[in-house]
């Protein structure tokens, strides 16, 4: 199985370029995962360079391009991907090296929404109720691993990175917004005021095509939006 | 050669859950930690856990913590510390509350509780009816509450130096352990921490094996350090297997799907757990149900082509309770294996799991080490929680639930006792000019070049050697086997040579370093599984098929200089409340 892969190395290279790495017939086995597939190629040559670490999908470490496509190495089936495979870094952000991005501009974008429950009311000595129906508001907004493919797939962060937040930061603002054990939705609105940080979504809904967790960062933006607008009125 | 160097109260190594609690104590109570970490904190091993956190709420069916303590007392096979299972159980309660106000998106009972659900090994009113004691957001537990902490850690500014990775700890000639070198991955530059304390919580080393549950990061890392400063290793031939991984692949199929209702059947369509544990069933302890699939398989009874496994089902719960209950489950079999559990059965084996032993502590986290002959002594800075250390709250065989709930209180509990020390030592003892030789000299032997053997050769020769000499099933001859295996695979250690010597996030250097943690932790596994002459817990030996209390009830202890094996008793004194003796354990 042929495969077609970024390498750079500020190190020695001058500039990146695809190379051309392959595995035998008998090593490419039913069910394998790309992940797998690189494991492999790093076993022939130890200098291919990226992030891993569950192999199952749920730490967000191996996010990459893949046939034009951002997914996690780790749950993307090579028997779904046409030959020879592109593997390139995610897009949009600093390659340190090979596959691996400088994720810093992702993080603080997270840091920059308040990722973190505020309730100022005394701390109870158990648990705050939650009812189910306001539990399930959670669902599709608190599996998001960081993996970083919706945000380095969006034409809006790859334009303004350093104003626009992008669809992970925003969709745990909304995260946050939508628990009803959180008391900070003035700030948490207030803090999304001015034309890029919230609003340079464009609705290309990207993100949602891309997000390995299936989650939907357009529809949290779009509430999130819909709740400043009532708000205001 | 001159290494850049930063002071700190408190160094924490790995931020899973266990150093991301304490590093949250530490960093409210207004101490200045660090915590390194080789990934991204919310990459940690923590966010792979699913089922839930255990304790006695009471929020579903009546429960008290003395009884969760008997279920651990019972579950350890008798090897768990009394002392620090009551210190746990009781502390259970308050750690998950705590998770709840911190903003864990736990899910919810009707009347706004959290919800729990059944796990293995738990009871009512000491070994009456089934407990349901696992505090659970749906079966993405673990996610949800390293999330959790680390948007704590966040808020609480808490200072990280992520994708760094910790070479050595740094000891004075005193004994005191002031610090590690610590490397930055991104572009291989050295950074001395020196810390007045320094936390280990590493996690486990699954990747000892070569079909495991476990992250590719799960390496051993804190283990080995400890051992390289002289730190034996408690009962490290403890090594979980659990029963349901995906078989020949290894994606941890959680003990929720049984807590819900689920049930193991053989190649018969028989549901065998009811020969091997007539009341719990499905829900006995993990090494019960482990053995029980391994004996199935051994006499003809797998299933597939192989014969190799048995069947996980759940079809008969109907698919909106599974679907809605175990979401994250259903996501990763129809991912790995393209069906949806629902509606067709999971094909699962005993997967290596968890790392029972590890470095020895006390109850406050301090870790703990013999005097020559006499009584034990914490080693004044160092502390360890978690998966790495070994206090010993599992014994012979940690119950599901019981791993979350060991990180967060003894994650805690070692924060506690790290403000205290603190107090009573305002300054930095100075660290020897030497001190980070060790650490250079270990580094520097990875600069040798020309041909050798890679790492990748050797790690997946000891993952198959420890496979087949250490599994489920031990006998004298085949650990010897091992033993002589792994030994003569260090032996070759030296031979290794990189060929990527590149300074920019170099991962085969660190995949290296990796291997000689790895193999530390290898030896200390097969020799004290070697010498430990009886059946206990996850410890079952075709040739000594007994407990055998009156030899055995001790913990073992592996140094890694003299290589051999020695003994200390088991904590069989509670704090407040009388012994569980050992019993005969029947689920």
Not at chain 1, 166 to 185: H, I, K, N, Y
Not at chain 2, 341 to 370: C, D, K, L, W
Not at chain 2, 384 to 405: D, F, I, K, Q, T
Not at chain 2, 527 to 553: F, M, N, T
Request: charged share 25%; net charge negative.
């Amino acid at each position: 199985m042929k495969f077609s892969i970024y390498r750079y190395n500020p190190d020695t290279d001058t500039a990146p370029a695809m190379q051309a790495m392959e595995l035998d017939d008998n090593q490419v086995t039913p069910g394998m995962m790309l992940l797998d597939a690189l494991l492999l190629l790093k076993a022939q040559d130890e200098s291919l360079s990226f992030r891993r670490s569950c192999g199952e999908g749920v730490c967000g470490s191996d996010g990459m391009n893949i046939n034009g496509r951002n997914g996690l190495a780790c749950i993307t089936p090579l028997a779904a991907l046409k030959t020879p495979v592109a593997v390139r870094p995610l897009p949009g952000l600093p390659v340190v090296r090979d596959l691996i991005v400088d994720l810093e501009q992702f993080y603080q974008q997270y840091r920059a929404v308040n990722p973190w429950l505020i309730n100022k009311d005394p701390v109870p000595e158990v648990e705050r109720r939650q009812t189910p129906e306001q539990r399930a508001q959670l669902d599709g907004l608190y599996e998001c691993i960081l993996c970083a493919c919706c945000s380095t797939a969006c034409p809006s962060f790859w334009w303004n990175p350093d104003k626009f937040l992008g669809p992970a930061a925003l969709l745990q603002s909304w995260r946050f917004l939508a628990d009803s054990r959180d008391q900070a939705t003035d700030e948490r609105l207030a803090n999304l005021e001015g034309p890029f940080k919230l609003f340079r979504c464009h609705t290309i809904m990207n993100c949602v095509e891309v997000c390995p967790k299936g989650l939907n960062p357009t529809r949290a933006i779009g509430r999130i939006k819909e709740l400043m607008v009532k708000r205001s009125m | 050669m001159e290494i850049a160097r930063r002071r700190f109260d408190t160094l924490i190594i790995g931020a899973g859950g266990g150093g991301l609690r304490a590093a949250l104590h530490l960093s409210s109570a207004d101490a200045h930690v660090a915590v390194v970490s080789k990934v991204f904190p919310t990459r940690s091993h923590t966010v792979a856990a699913q089922g839930g956190v255990n304790a006695a709420l009471a929020n579903v069916r009546p429960d008290n913590w003395h009884w969760h303590m008997f279920d651990t007392v019972k579950g350890s096979d008798y090897l768990g510390d009394q002392d620090a299972i009551e210190y746990m159980c009781r502390a259970a309660p308050q750690a998950v509350y705590e998770l709840e106000h911190f903003g864990v998106p736990f899910s919810r009972l009707d009347d706004g509780r959290i919800y729990q659900r059944q796990f293995g090994g738990q009871s009512m009113n000491f070994g009456g009816e089934q407990a349901a004691r696992t505090c659970a957001a749906a079966d993405r537990t673990g996610h949800a509450i390293l999330q959790s902490l680390y948007q704590q850690n966040i808020r609480a500014r808490t200072h990280f130096f992520d994708e760094y990775f910790a070479i050595d700890l740094i000891k004075d000639h005193e004994g005191y352990l002031l610090g590690a070198v610590v490397m930055n991955i991104a572009n291989s530059e050295l950074l001395l921490i020196e810390a007045k304390t320094t936390l280990l919580a590493t996690g486990g080393a699954g990747q000892l094996f070569r079909t495991n549950t476990n992250a590719l990061i799960n390496t051993g890392d804190g283990m080995a350090m400890a051992l390289r400063a002289g730190i034996p290793l408690q009962d490290m031939e403890f090594f979980q297997f659990h029963p349901t991984g995906i078989a020949g692949k290894g994606m941890l199929i959680s003990e929720a799907v049984r807590g819900e209702g689920g049930y193991l059947v053989n190649a018969d369509g028989e549901r065998f757990m009811e020969h091997y544990a007539p009341n719990a069933k499905d829900l006995a302890s993990r090494d019960v149900v482990s053995r029980a699939i391994a004996t199935e398989v051994r006499e003809g009874r797998g299933c597939g082509e192989h014969r190799d496994h048995v069947l996980l089902k759940v079809d008969h719960l109907g698919a909106e309770t599974v679907h809605q209950r175990l979401p994250g489950i259903c996501d990763m079999v129809r991912t790995f294996l393209g069906t949806d559990p629902a509606e067709s059965p999971i094909p699962v084996a005993p997967t290596a799991h968890y790392t029972m032993g590890g470095i020895p502590t006390n109850r406050f986290g301090q870790v703990i080490v013999p005097l020559q002959h006499g009584p034990e002594e914490p080693v004044p800075g160092l502390y360890a929680a978690g998966e790495c250390a070994c206090v010993s709250v599992h014994g012979a065989n940690r119950l599901g639930g019981n791993s979350l709930l060991d990180i967060l209180v003894f994650g805690r509990a070692a924060a506690n006792h790290i403000v205290d020390y603190l107090h009573e030592n305002r300054y930095h003892k100075p660290c020897p000019t030497d001190g980070a030789d060790p650490a250079l000299a270990r580094l520097a032997r990875w600069e040798q070049q020309g041909d050798g053997e890679t790492v990748d050769h050797l790690r997946t020769e000891l993952a198959q050697i420890m496979e087949e000499n250490c599994g489920v099933f031990r006998t004298e001859e085949v650990m010897q086997d091992g033993l002589d295996k792994v030994t003569a695979l260090s032996g070759r250690m030296g031979d290794v040579r990189l060929t990527d010597h590149s300074k920019i996030f170099n991962t085969a250097r660190i995949e290296a370093l990796e291997l000689e943690n790895l193999m530390d932790v290898a030896l200390a596994t097969v020799a004290s599984a070697l010498q430990r002459k009886e059946s206990r817990g996850a410890h079952s030996r075709i040739d000594y098929p007994e407990r055998d209390d009156v030899q055995w009830l001790r913990h073992s202890l592996y140094h890694r200089d003299t290589r051999t094996v020695d003994y200390k008793p088991v904590r069989t004194r509670p704090i407040t409340v009388d012994s569980f003796p050992p019993k005969e354990r029947v689920y």
